[in-house]
T-cell receptor, first 117, second 109 residues
Framework: GAVVSQHPSWVICKSGTSVKIECRSL??????MFWYRQFPKQSLMLMAT?????????EQGVEKDKFLINHASLTLSTLTVTSAHPEDSSFYIC?????????????FGQGTRLTVV | DAKTTQPPSMDCAEGRAANLPCNHS???????VYWYRQIHSQGPQYIIH???NNETNEMASLIITEDRKSSTLILPHATLRDTAVYYC??????????FGTGTSLTVIP
């Protein structure tokens, strides 16, 4: 299967600060990146979809100015949570796909546990 | 994407087969049935997928009814490490997924 590396695995930050989460596809070119978040005891919810070199498309209810996605490279995409607040505390997961990746299944990063205090 | 319905939770004795059902009555003809699982605080892990025929791999078996309106994931010999939330998803391809609430499987010693 495809190798996906997400970093950091967990982070604690103060309210009002920004946090950057990185997602790398190590053995294929990620032309598309899906970002999910998961609140405690809930299912994964798709936040946004980004294509390399293009602006991300956000799902309804997700603030694009708060969750900045950069996908300038075929192997790296970043999600920046700006001016984080306690309600942004969640589990964030990336899922890249693209050229060279198996198109019969999705691969996910290990996830990032964000806690805003 | 078609919606799926799964029981919220199930228990299974260690060493026994775990049979996890999923209803997807509105599935379209070209949508696949995917199964993923998520162990606490980890990303989802692919288990198996199928279109029409039953499928088997080293992890599990997938039984899809002839009308494709439901399916069952079978873990033949459940272990404690199989305790996880199991998601049944129907999708056109293995990319963008909309996850339901899944089934929380607890394997009991």
């Amino acid at each position: 299967g495809a190798v996906v590396s997400q970093h950091p695995s967990w982070v604690i930050c103060k309210s009002g600060t920004s946090v950057k989460i990185e997602c790398r596809s190590l053995d294929f070119q990620a032309t598309t990146m899906f970002w999910y978040r998961q609140f405690p005891k809930q299912s994964l919810m798709l936040m946004a979809t980004s294509n390399e070199g293009s602006k991300a498309t956000y799902e309804q209810g997700v603030e694009k100015d708060k969750f900045l996605i950069n996908h300038a490279s075929l192997t790296l995409s970043t999600l920046t949570v700006t001016s984080a607040h306690p309600e942004d505390s969640s589990f964030y997961i990336c899922s890249p796909t693209g050229q060279g990746a198996p198109n019969t299944e999705a691969f996910f990063g290990q996830g990032t546990r964000l806690t805003v205090v | 994407d078609a919606k799926t319905t799964q029981p919220p939770s199930m228990d299974c004795a260690e060493g026994r087969a775990a049979n996890l059902p999923c209803n997807h009555s509105t599935i379209s003809g070209n949508e696949y049935v995917y199964w993923y699982r998520q162990i606490h605080s980890q990303g989802p892990q692919y288990i198996i997928h199928g279109l029409k025929n039953n499928e088997t791999n080293e992890m599990a078996s997938l039984i899809i009814t002839e009308d494709r309106k439901s399916s069952t994931l079978i873990l033949p010999h459940a272990t404690l490490r199989d305790t996880a939330v199991y998601y049944c998803i129907v999708n056109l391809s293995g990319n963008q997924f909309y996850f339901g609430t899944g089934t929380s499987l607890t394997v009991i010693p």
